[in-house]
């Protein structure tokens, strides 16, 4: 097994974030510097910042509604509250599956299964993640139809087509609900500043089909086995 994934399947980090700890030499196998690429056995001793990790895992499955006010980090050097903070009691390593904003709310899923964090983070695969976006003031039907043909965030950089709809509008704000399937860097807040509009409100609701559907702000629940299949099928 590659030491990335073994390292994911552990909940250390995503198996991009393992990359970086093993570059950073905080990895050992049998007592010698790890360097990406690694195979490793279920014999051999594996050391994270002189920590042994054990080769058998039980894989956790956590679904949040995240609030306004946590950061999705394992730690935060500034002293924030994480979204772990709202995990259970007894909840094992599990780390959050992409980020949402300091400030966006909404669908978290915590796991320490690296390879359905790749899975549902992979851009190639094209998972479907829906929000619930309200701006400031009305739109107008060429500035909807720019977004869902893809505008220029930054440049050279071209958002993918999106599923846009309007719930609701008045003089003074307009609710929608936007579906991507790419997860850029605070993409939905840029995507409305090129049309001349800011996000005041900014919340994930859907993942494919599921839903937050019985979770209040802050709460937190396991994922059902049916739940944990239809996302590793997706």
């Not at 400031?136 to 599923?163: D, F, H, S, W, Y």
């Amino acid at each position: 097994m590659r030491i990335n994934k073994f390292l994911a399947e552990q909940g250390v980090a995503s198996r991009r974030g393992a990359d970086e700890i093993i570059r950073a030499g905080r990895v050992t196998v049998n007592g010698k510097r790890a360097e990406p690429g690694d195979d490793i056995t279920p014999s051999d001793e594996v050391t994270v910042d002189g920590n042994l990790l054990s080769h058998k895992v039980k894989f956790e499955y956590y679904l949040l509604n995240k609030p306004k006010g946590y950061v999705c980090t394992v730690k935060d050097d500034k002293g924030r509250k994480t979204v772990l903070d709202l995990l259970p009691a007894g909840a094992g390593r599990v780390f959050p599956v992409g980020r949402l904003d300091y400030d966006t709310e909404g669908m978290l899923i915590l796991t320490n299964d690296g390879d359905l964090a790749y899975r549902l983070t992979e851009p190639r695969n094209e998972i479907p993640k829906t929000y619930l976006v309200k701006t400031e003031g009305t739109l107008t039907p060429v500035q909807l139809n720019r977004l869902r043909a893809g505008v220029e965030i930054e440049k050279g950089v071209v958002t993918k087509k999106c599923k846009l709809t309007v719930t609701e509008t008045d003089k003074s704000y307009t609710k929608m609900h936007l579906t991507l399937t790419e997860g850029k860097n605070r993409e939905i807040r840029k995507m409305f500043e090129v049309v001349g509009k800011t996000v005041i409100f900014l919340k994930r609701i859907k993942v494919g089909e599921l839903t937050l559907s019985g979770l209040d702000r802050g709460e937190c629940r396991k994922l059902s086995r049916e739940e944990v299949f239809y996302l590793k099928n997706l």
